[in-house]
């Protein structure tokens, strides 16, 4: 079977809301069997000799596609693959510290700074934070969003430019709040900063939001939304110098808790709560 094209069907979704993976080669097998023991979900194995053309889906599913070249999320025709290299104009020296996040994330006098990203998506904001020179820490609390991210951080680690960089950037898979919790309570792991995006496509309906960026809202969350309250109470208990909050340029306060100050574009602003130390 090894070198055979095989197609392997993984289920991880409710009857509802349905999420497939499908191996398109005999190589990616072992890692397919990976997913369905890390999802919980059953695999199962067509005969060798089928092709990903052998797999129809219905219209309207999701299904997770494993090959040689990564993890991608799929749905009629549409694709998502977290692709780092598509970031690196924007983490080239000059360019990089014109970004509104890096600004405003700038720890003045820390020679090795840490963040906690508590909503860490596909993980785009966490690379421009490693890339300023942040160890960061990646929270992702969806499983699906979560190994597309882990797929990501693998192919660019052996990137001749965003190799180093990703190695500064730690994914945790659940719930950010239980992390903050644990960085909070021990003076070695407190982050320097720790930055929030309510804003992650996959958490919000906003028709702005990019074609692809669709696929996720198909995902089936494990868990209820982070209110926001929740949500900022957790960073602040995590004892940083500074949490980042990026917002709708016009949009309200999280929590209603007024910032210190803020760094604002044109579609954006990031909100800086400065807590007293």
């Known amino acids: 079977m090894r070198g055979a094209p095989d197609v392997a069907v993984l289920r991880v979704g409710s009857a509802e809301s349905p999420v497939t993976v499908l191996c398109i080669d005999g190589d990616s097998l072992d890692r397919a069997q990976g997913l369905s023991d890390r999802l919980e979900a059953p695999l199962a194995?067509?005969?060798?000799g089928c092709s990903e053309a052998a797999f129809i889906p219905e219209p309207g599913l999701l299904y997770l596609k494993v090959s040689r070249d990564g993890l991608s999320l799929m749905r009629d025709g549409m694709e998502l693959r977290p692709d780092f290299a598509e970031m690196l104009p924007r983490i080239k020296q000059g360019a990089l510290q014109r970004e509104m996040l890096v600004k405003a994330?700038?720890?003045k006098g820390v020679e090795a700074p840490r963040a906690v990203d508590a909503t860490a998506g596909l993980g785009e904001d966490s690379l421009l934070l490693a890339a300023a020179g942040f160890t960061v820490t990646l929270c992702e609390a969806d499983p699906v969003i979560a190994a597309l991210l882990e797929d990501a951080l693998a192919r660019a680690s052996a990137h001749e430019v965003l190799g180093p960089i990703v190695e500064r950037m730690h994914l945790v898979a659940g719930d950010s709040r239980i992390t903050l919790e644990r960085a909070g309570a021990s003076m070695d792991a407190q982050p320097d900063v720790v930055y929030l995006d309510p804003m992650f496509p996959g958490r919000t309906k906003s028709a702005a939001v990019k074609k692809k960026f669709q696929?996720?809202?198909?995902?089936?969350?494990?868990t209820e939304p982070l209110d926001e309250e929740s949500l900022l109470q957790a960073a602040l208990a995590a004892r940083p110098r500074k949490v980042v909050i990026k917002?709708?340029?016009?949009g309200p306060y999280l929590a209603g808790v007024k910032p210190s100050h803020a760094?604002?574009?044109?579609?954006?602003?990031?909100?800086?709560?400065?807590?007293?130390?």
Do not use: Q, T
């Open 45 to 48: 194995v067509c005969e060798a």
């Open 105 to 107: 994330a700038r720890m």
């Open 215 to 222: 696929l996720i809202h198909g995902l089936e969350r494990p």
């Open 247 to 250: 917002r709708p340029v016009k």
């Open 263 to 277: 760094i604002a574009g044109k579609a954006v602003r990031y909100d800086c709560i400065v807590p007293p130390r």
